[in-house]
T-cell receptor, first 116, second 112 residues
Framework: NAGVTQTPKFRVLKTGQSMTLLCAQD?????MYWYRQDPGMGLRLIHY???????AKGEVPDGYNVSRLKKQNFLLGLESAAPSQTSVYFC???????????????FGPGTRLTVL | KQEVTQIPAALSVPEGENLVLNCSFT??????LQWFRQDPGKGLTSLLL?????REQTSGRLNASLDKSSGRSTLYIAASQPGDSATYLC???????????FGTGTRLKVLA
């Protein structure tokens, strides 16, 4: 979706290295999410944000940190990468209109991360 | 804990068949439901959104329905084509939350 971009597209890390993934949106949506997708396990929520300056833990938050200093950007950090964090990471955005949550989620193209 | 099951996990059919993919939630209190398509190595593309006040949605050869009383949704694909080959995921928004939950998907292959 052109409204959601992820940087970088691919990355290879060594165990213990750190990195930050960036999700950027131009749709002015309040809610932003980071998921990881692993074979046979579907999409699992790591962290999410319901607005600028807010973050919350999802299903699998350990080993990750996030920040949302600006409404358009949601950063996912790995402080000390581990092989178990090898995955494809997706960012998603969503909004509500006047309290109505009946709107679509949009996904970014993904970041493929390998930790050796 | 709310869980989502998609049946079948994989499906291989000849071109032209009509298909039904199923999605069910352990807790039927679902506010929205969205169906996505994912091609290999790609992101998720939204196909259909069934909003809180709706029971079904249609787009071209696709029709999705949601039975809120049972927490079950079906995606119907008419006259399947090889270009429909992909993984199809359903995602539901439980009432009172900001977090969608996803099924593990149905991997569809349509043979020419």
């Amino acid at each position: 979706n052109a409204g959601v971009t992820q940087t970088p597209k691919f990355r290879v890390l060594k165990t213990g290295q750190s990195m930050t993934l960036l999700c950027a949106q131009d749709m002015n949506h309040e809610y932003m999410y980071w998921y990881r997708q692993d074979p046979g396990m579907g999409l699992r929520l790591i962290h999410y944000s319901v607005g600028e300056g807010t973050t919350a833990k999802g299903e699998v938050p350990d080993g990750y940190n996030v920040s949302r200093l600006k409404k358009q950007n949601f950063l996912l950090g790995l402080e000390s990468a581990a092989p178990s964090q090898t995955s494809v990471y997706f960012c998603a955005i969503w909004t509500s209109r006047g309290g109505d949550f009946s709107t679509e989620q949009f996904f970014g193209p993904g970041t493929r991360l390998t930790v050796l | 804990k709310q869980e989502v099951t998609q049946i079948p996990a994989a499906l291989s059919v000849p071109e032209g068949e009509n298909l039904v993919l199923n999605c069910s939630f352990t807790d039927s209190a679902i506010y929205n439901l969205q169906w996505f398509r994912q091609d290999p190595g790609k992101g998720l593309t939204s196909l259909l959104l069934i909003q809180s006040s709706q029971r079904e949605q249609t787009s071209g050869r696709l029709n999705a329905s949601l039975d809120k009383s049972s927490g079950r949704s079906t995606l119907y694909i008419a006259a399947s084509q090889p270009g429909d080959s992909a993984t199809y995921l359903c995602a539901g928004l439980p009432s009172g939350t900001y977090k969608y939950i996803f099924g593990t998907g149905t991997r569809l292959k349509v043979l020419a």
